[in-house]
């Protein structure tokens, strides 16, 4: 285990932050000086490095101390604590600061750094305290005038293992407890094929260019011959992700049990169909079963106030209840959902919530996000949080950066499909977890303006796409079963976008940075002592890149770009 970091730095004009090795500074008339240096890089990622350095005096006792030395491959440093730092080209100086300038015969000290590197990142092979090299042994800079006879008088001291705290910018507070999460995902292709084994690793997976999803949303057709489709994707990611859930949204129920006798239009469900119907649902979830697939959620529409000339079907909210109070126990081995409408309109939701009966045999409220925060329902959804029933956004796509068939979609590094990701997606995945709102599923997970490529406008097919790295921010480390907790913000981080979670032993941050500017060296206080932090960045020009951290304590030391998404991963 690594000692917690203090994060004392300084910057002298025209040089970066930078510590490695311990010079010692003799008092008048000291016999002997002497050094030796242990550099260890820690930790290594593209295109930066961490590096602990440890000096151990082996002359007279110091008051004060400066390590000098040369990189050898245009190494940089850009973040340094226990010590005061300057580089100047190759040459880095490092200098004690106001607690750890004693260090008794044979004690050590200790600090570290963060720095660049391209192409290698050869260790320093010598290094000088005080203008002494470092050899491991001891050289006399005046002549003694008698024998020592006796020990040092001075106590051996070390350096302390944290220095003061900093007053911080993001306090978590996890007292204070919110909404436990279910997830993050999106929706398989509704009426064409399916994810290959392949593209459902990619969007389910926890490793390397992986999105960690944790939702997959499917259709359920009414003519049963068809429910085979999806099949193999849906096994694929019950099994390659991590406790992933389904939902299964119907679009409509046969021609023949509707008011206008076709599957497209709107048209209402019979009365006299609602049981062939509930058991039409039930028979889907035992299919899905038989095949090893666990259905987790069954809505029982999707979008009933909407009737495009596409698969529909058009209910009301009494409709909804009447049917959820006297026919949704006969769905069983899963949960229902009530009731995905276009913009989460409470009226196709309240008559359930209000009902003891039908609410005790639903499981969520759904709902889109299209034109919700226009009509001020992106907010906490009071009824259903007294009734606790989690809400979730269960489908949204917005595309307008660009047009179908431009390449800009392909283009990482397109400035307006980065500003509408950012400004547009993932805002909203903020807003909504400000909402208490427990899970957010994007629509198609495999399309041009989507999360991974699906050949067209450019696109490679199953290549993971910027908005996939940006939404994955969230997906891939506040995982399901974790707890959002309060925290406060400094006027320093006020430009900042925060939500945090707390789960599987660790406390998780999201950063979102809209604004034009970095906020540099932002400090998290967390409620404890914290051993590991790690950062990962998404921006228009990073996917997903380790950043550099500090640590001292229960403080954490970021800097967040402008323009950018983050994620803080803090281990007590």
């Avoid at 000692?3 to 932050?17: D, F, Y």
């Avoid at 016999?31 to 290594?44: D, H, N, R």
């Avoid at 590094?413 to 899970?439: C, F, H, Y």
Wanted: charged share 15%; hydrophobic share 35%; with cysteine.
């Amino acid at each position: 285990m690594r000692k917690p970091r203090a994060t004392i730095a300084a910057v002298a004009s025209g040089t970066v932050l930078a510590a490695v090795g311990v010079a010692a500074a003799l008092p008048a008339g000291a016999a002997a000086a002497g050094c030796a240096v242990a550099y260890t890089v820690s930790s290594q990622w593209q295109g930066g490095f961490g590096a602990d350095v440890t000096v151990t005096n082996l002359g007279d006792p110091l008051t004060s101390w400066t390590l000098g030395w040369s990189f050898g491959a245009g190494q940089t440093v850009t973040q340094a604590w226990n010590t005061t730092l300057t580089q100047s080209g190759a040459a880095v100086t490092a200098k004690n600061v106001s607690y750890n300038g004693s260090v008794a015969t044979n004690g050590s000290v200790s600090f570290g750094f963060n720095a660049s590197w391209t192409g290698s990142n050869p260790a320093p092979t010598s290094f000088t305290v005080n203008g002494v090299s470092c050899t491991g042994g001891t050289t006399p800079t005046t002549a003694p005038t008698t024998t020592p006879t006796t020990a040092p008088t001075t106590t051996p001291t070390t350096a302390p293992t944290t220095g003061p705290s900093a007053t911080p910018d993001i306090t978590v507070n996890t007292a204070t407890k919110y909404q436990t999460i279910d997830g993050f995902g999106s929706a398989v292709s509704i009426w064409g094929g399916a994810w290959s084994t392949a593209e459902t690793q990619t969007l389910v997976g926890s490793g390397t260019n992986q999105l960690g999803l944790s939702i997959v949303r499917t259709g359920i057709s009414p003519v049963s011959s068809e429910w085979a489709t999806q099949v193999s994707a849906l096994k694929t990611a019950k099994a390659s992700g991590s406790n992933v859930k389904i939902l299964a949204s119907p679009w409509t129920a046969p021609a023949a049990w509707k008011t206008n006798n076709s599957r497209i239009n709107g048209g209402k469900l019979k009365t006299d169909y609602y049981d062939d119907y509930a058991n039409l649902l039930n028979d889907y979830v035992t299919y899905m079963k038989n095949q090893g697939v666990t259905i987790d959620v069954v809505s029982i529409q999707n979008e009933p106030d909407w009737h495009p000339a596409y698969d529909s079907m058009d209910w009301s909210g009494d409709e909804l209840r009447n049917f959820v109070r006297d026919q949704g126990a006969k769905i069983k081995n899963t949960k229902l959902m009530v009731a995905e409408a276009v913009n989460l309109n409470y009226s196709y939701t309240d008559p359930t919530l209000n009902d003891a009966t039908a609410r005790t045999n639903i499981g969520y409220i759904g709902g889109h996000l299209y034109g919700t925060e226009d009509s001020g329902r992106l907010k906490p959804y009071a009824l259903a949080d007294q009734y606790n029933k989690p809400v979730w956004m269960t489908e949204w796509n917005f595309h307008e950066a660009a047009s179908d068939t431009s390449t800009a979609w392909a283009d990482g590094g397109n400035q307006a499909v980065w500003d509408e990701t950012l400004d547009d997606v993932i805002r909203t995945v903020n807003k909504s977890m400000e909402s208490n709102w427990t899970a957010y599923i994007w629509w198609y997970g495999k399309r041009f303006y989507s999360f991974i490529g699906d050949g067209t406008a450019g696109t490679t097919t199953g290549a993971v796409l910027k908005r996939g790295y940006a939404f994955a921010q969230y997906a891939k480390y506040v995982r399901p079963g974790d707890q959002r907790v309060a925290l406060t913000k400094s006027s320093k981080a006020s430009p900042l976008e925060v939500t945090a979670y707390q789960g599987g032993g660790k406390i998780k941050l999201v950063i979102l940075n809209r604004s034009n500017s970095a906020v540099t060296n932002a400090v998290i206080q967390a409620p404890q002592t914290i051993t590991k932090a790690e950062d990962y960045l998404t921006s228009r020009t990073a996917n997903a890149a380790g950043q550099a951290t500090s640590v001292n304590g229960g403080q954490v030391t970021v800097s967040i770009p402008a323009r950018s998404i983050s994620t803080v991963v803090l281990t007590p």
